[in-house]
C-alpha cells in the first residue's frame, strides 16, 4: 500500500514519517532550554500560543550529532493525543511509499536492538521509483512520540 510520508536527514541518513501524523514544519523554531531535561531534549518552543518540548532527533535516534543550522527544521508532530517537536538536519519531500514491503534494517543504523532508531523504525524502503530516496528508513510515530514523551518527561 502506498501512503504519504515527509522524508527527513539526520546523521546522513533519511528517514519518513506519516504525513497523517505531521501537524506542521516550522523553519524558524525558537527553542527555549530547560534546565534538568534529558540531554535528547531540544527545548521547548511556543507555536500560537502552545507550548511544544522539541527533540534533537540525533540524539533520539541514537545517530552521530551533526550542528543544526539554517535549514534545520522542527517538525511538530501529533498522533495518539501526543505532541511534540523533532529537530531535523531538513525536510525533504512528501513521496508516496510502498509500505508493505520492507526491508529489514541494516546493521549501521543507531542504536542496538531497543534503543535508538531501532526502537521506532518499521524497516527500509529500497524499491522506490525514485532512486533518489531508496535507503530510506520509516519510523513508527506512535513509537517516536512514545520515545520523545518518556525523554521529555525524564529528569
Do not use: N, W
Amino acid at each position: 500500500m502506498q501512503l504519504p510520508y515527509l522524508l527527513f536527514y539526520l546523521g546522513g541518513a533519511s528517514f519518513g514519517l506519516p504525513a497523517s501524523v505531521v501537524a506542521e514544519v516550522i523553519a524558524d523554531a525558537e527553542l527555549v532550554r530547560v534546565p534538568g531535561t534529558d540531554a535528547s531534549v531540544a527545548g521547548v518552543t511556543f507555536v500560537r500560543g502552545r507550548v511544544f518540548a522539541v527533540i534533537d532527533g540525533a540524539k533520539l535516534l541514537g545517530l552521530p550529532s551533526e550542528p543544526y543550522g539554517p535549514h534545520s527544521r522542527v517538525i511538530l508532530l501529533s498522533h495518539g493525543g501526543v505532541e511534540a517537536g523533532l529537530l531535523v538536519l531538513r525536510t525533504s519531500d512528501l513521496v508516496q511509499l510502498e509500505t508493505d514491503r520492507l526491508d529489514p534494517l541494516p546493521d549501521t543504523l543507531g542504536g542496538v536492538q531497543g534503543t535508538g532508531a531501532r526502537r521506532v523504525a518499521l524497516g527500509v524502503v529500497s524499491h522506490l521509483v525514485d532512486e533518489a530516496f531508496a535507503g530510506t528508513t520509516l519510523l513508527d510515530a506512535g513509537r517516536v512520540l512514545g520515545l520523545a514523551k518518556e525523554r521529555a518527561c525524564a529528569a
